[in-house]
């Protein structure tokens, strides 16, 4: 059996991990290490589980010395210094340990690329379009492979509402976006690994919000497939046991993901999909998220913790997503019982 490449944290969470989890297990055996055990969703992608404290480092390492593994993986920000410090205690590829802690601390990162004079933006600041680059940085190049383009909801939250891949995108030719990238991961001293970058497109040029070296979340792993061809989880998984993965595109698509939010705060009482969803043109996949009994937030302040559902469409336009999204959402039905207290507008 092949070595198995270590993923921290990466399962438990919500569903939407479940896509670049099954894209590393078909790569090589999962090690899932965490106190707690998997999500039900994520067993059937694990070889083994390893319940331990990933920030307690020696114990871990020594733990997982017996299971030889090839690599370290870390798919969120609290788990990246512990990656770091664990692939560096096993003598494996990974991050160093000071650029996990920068990327983890969002202050840290936003002062670090302001030494680099790297341009930046504000989480509090709105003005331009939120985009993110799907990245894939070996030794000396920043290949960006997929721009996902996003709509947030409502404040104060903005959570996502929608994320879309064109393999066509005209921003994948914008030599300001792409410096504004290049300089960030340089700021950084990012190398074979995989980064999620995020960054507003606004008056002034695009700003980087945030830096996340990793496979992103919310179906974008999925989007940038359907779109592209490139595999980013198998990527990251390759890059981490020090391989070079081949991200050269094979398909010219599009790819949209939409998420459905209760409209009011309480319990949720009804939720209903539609069989006849199954067969809208374009339609990827539906599924529902949470379940009737549970409490739910309204968009405004929802988290996604609170999504209802989320639906994929896959087409060769944009515009051809946005109209299957439209028609798939029709499926959809839910019914809420307000609380008796809920947040204020």
């Given amino acids: 059996m092949a070595q198995p490449v270590v993923l921290l944290g990466a ?6 991990g479940e896509f670049p989890l099954a894209r590393v297990a ?8 965490d106190p707690f055990p998997p999500a039900r969703w994520a067993r059937p992608y694990a070889t083994a589980h390893l319940a331990a404290d990933p920030a307690d480092a020696e114990r871990t390492a020594g733990a997982l010395r017996r299971h030889s593994p090839a690599g370290v993986l870390a798919w969120s920000p609290e788990y990246l210094p512990a990656a770091a410090r664990l692939a560096a205690r096993l003598g494996l590829p990974g991050l160093p340990y000071e650029t996990a802690v920068t990327c983890a601390d969002p202050p840290a990162l936003r002062a670090l690329l302001d030494r680099h ?16 680059a799907e990245a894939v940085v ?13 709509t947030p909801g409502p404040a104060p939250a ?9 393999a066509h995108d005209v921003l994948l030719h914008n030599r300001f976006l792409r410096q504004c ?14 980064a999620h970058i995020t960054l507003r497109l606004t008056a002034r040029g695009p700003r980087v919000l945030g830096v ?19 595999d980013l989880a198998g990527a990251a998984a390759t890059l981490a046991t020090g391989g070079l993965p081949d991200v050269t595109p094979t398909r010219q698509r599009a790819a949209a993901v939409q998420f459905a939010y209760p409209t009011v705060t309480g319990r949720l009482a009804h939720l209903h999909l539609d069989p006849a969803a199954a067969d809208e043109p374009c339609a990827e996949r539906m599924v529902l998220t949470r379940r009737p009994g549970d409490p739910v937030t309204a968009a405004p302040h929802a988290r996604i913790t609170d999504r209802l559902a989320h639906w994929v469409a896959t087409a060769d336009t ?18 809420v019982h307000p609380a008796v207290h809920v947040h204020a507008a």
């Fill in 212 to 230: 996340a070296p990793y496979p992103p979340g919310d179906l974008i792993t999925l989007l940038v497939e359907r779109a592209t061809g490139v």
């Fill in 117 to 132: 004079r790297v341009p930046t933006a504000d989480p509090a600041d709105t003005e331009g379009e939120p985009v993110s």
């Fill in 11 to 16: 399962g438990r969470g919500e569903i939407c």
């Fill in 181 to 194: 990238v290049e300089r960030a991961v340089c700021a950084l001293r990012l190398t074979h690994t995989v």
């Fill in 158 to 166: 903005r959570s996502p509402l929608r994320h879309g891949v064109h």
């Fill in 318 to 335: 944009p515009a051809q997503c946005e109209h299957a999204l439209r028609r798939m959402s029709r499926h959809l039905t839910a019914t």
């Fill in 138 to 150: 070996l030794d000396d190049e920043v290949r960006i492979v997929a721009l996902t383009r996003t």
């Fill in 26 to 33: 078909a790569a090589r055996p999962v090690l899932l290490v």
